[in-house]
């Protein structure tokens, strides 16, 4: 069965790095576009990035522009989020999410997130 | 921006009762309108895409209706699992697709 497992998440301080993986199974990888949208309590879900299913093209919100980079390794079956220069707004849990064909899709399958903690 | 706004805010209904959930958009998103549900403390799943396609494995209680800035999702028959958080999303004008707020519906 589709399955996506978030990892890499934890507590970071504000200005640090973090990367994110999303490690899939049970589907052809290679073949769909994949989303990263993160939930606060107090934002709801927030959509942050997508990247087309050759990598070829990824779209950001504007709040993660310049800092955030989605990226995937098709051979390794496994979508990326490298968070650089972190904010506490950033504070979220990660999900990485599955679009229902190649590019912008609905979001058919999700991971089960990783909670990314930005705080001093 | 494209601003989704879910009414109500809170919906509390009794099994067997039919739900009604709205999402207004703040301009028209055409039909690429969908729905999640939010269980607590797992990821949201896609129930209807497309204004009214249901998602694969999603029962025949669960409808979507709409077109342009109004939508509605409806869950006839309500069951206690039906708790949860339902989201809506547009995907037509983006970046960035956006998510209405939420509409968190108790089964009491």
């Known amino acids: 069965q589709v399955q996506l497992v978030e990892s890499g998440g934890g507590v970071v301080q504000p200005g640090k790095s973090l990367r994110l993986s999303c490690s899939v199974s049970?589907?052809?990888?290679?073949?769909?576009?994949m989303h990263w949208v993160r939930q606060t309590p107090g934002k709801g879900l927030e959509w942050v990035a997508v990247?087309?299913?050759?990598?070829?093209?990824?779209y950001y919100r504007d709040s993660v522009k310049g800092r955030f980079t989605i990226s995937r390794d098709n051979s390794k079956n496994t979508l990326y989020l490298q968070m650089n220069s972190l904010r506490g707004e950033d504070t979220a849990v990660y999900f990485c999410?599955?679009?229902?064909?190649?590019?912008?899709?609905?979001?058919?399958?999700w991971g089960q997130g990783t909670l990314v903690t930005v705080s001093p | 921006e494209i601003e989704l706004t879910q009414s109500p805010a809170t919906l509390s209904l009794s099994p067997g009762e039919r739900a009604t959930l709205s999402c207004r958009a703040s301009q028209s998103v055409d039909k690429y309108l969908a729905w999640y549900q939010q269980r607590p403390g797992q990821a949201p799943r896609l129930l209807i895409y497309d204004t009214s396609n249901r998602a694969t494995g999603i029962p025949g209680r669960f409808s979507g209706s709409g077109f342009g800035t109004r939508f509605t999702l409806t869950i006839d028959r309500l069951e206690p699992e039906d708790s949860a958080v339902y989201y809506c999303?547009?995907?037509?004008?983006?970046?960035?697709?956006?998510f209405g707020q939420g509409t968190r519906l108790e089964i009491k």
């Open positions: 049970g589907f052809v990888f290679r073949s769909y576009g």
């Open positions: 999303q547009q995907r037509n004008h983006w970046p960035p697709i956006t």
């Open positions: 990247i087309w299913f050759d990598g070829t093209k990824t």
């Open positions: 999410a599955r679009s229902a064909g190649s590019y912008v899709g609905p979001f058919d399958s």
